[in-house]
């Protein structure tokens, strides 16, 4: 069982990752996990539950399998990561991640390039569960997605999202036969090839994906055409629009 001064500590990553939990914080998100764990059950067994006096009855309500425990308000001050808790805040394993999991065919991949932004890999998770039949593969050196400003900003999709973490760009190579990324000379995302790719890779907010990558990996370049008054697009706004189109 989580301790609530061990659960303090998992707004920092390297405690996340040595005692197997992160935080899930507010009613809708929970309420999110609650969904998610009646469809999976067995991946959400040992989430607890800590609410506030005032949400005692709401928790005791919900329908699912979660130890629940009362605190004050001002330990939950210390448990949350906004300035104004709701008063209700999980802790729930994190999935057993292989370092291979099998892709099935009907799941296209979106790598993503060392991504920084909590905001933008949150809001990336919720177009690909809003989609489906997309699995999300993340480099090294990139934001952890059970940072609580992730799972905030996911709005519960990281429930639903396959994911693979700390996948090194050289080992794309040995799993997928074609990749397609993004690039102002390339040909326009609604060209009927941009859909024959599994594997689609997304790069750093400043950097983009290594041009020295590219060429190893051979990957074909589209774009998204625009009216040109901007130099880029935001990062989620691309994969976002890339996934559209790929959905269509």
Known sequence: MMKLDDAKKLHQKKYRTQLGYYLVEGEHLVLELQKAAKLNPDSFRGTQLYVTEEYQEWANA?????????ISK????????????????????????DDL?????????????????????????????WFGHFKLLLSPNSVDPFNPKVVRSSMGA???VPMELDVEMESLTSRFDGFAYLDMQGEKINAPQFSQFNCYLFGNEARGVPREALTQLNATAFTIPGSGAIESLNLASAVNMSVYQLSL
């Open 74 to 97: 001002k330990h939950m001050a210390q448990l949350s990561d906004t300035k104004t808790p709701q008063g209700i805040i999980a802790c729930v394993p994190l999935p057993k991640l």
């Open 62 to 70: 919900l329908d699912a399998a979660f130890k629940i425990f009362t």
């Open 158 to 160: 990281i429930f639903h």
């Open 101 to 129: 999991v099998v892709t099935e065919q009907s799941q296209r991949c979106i790598y993503l390039h060392e991504v920084q932004d909590p905001g933008n890999l949150g809001t990336i998770l919720r177009t690909l569960a």
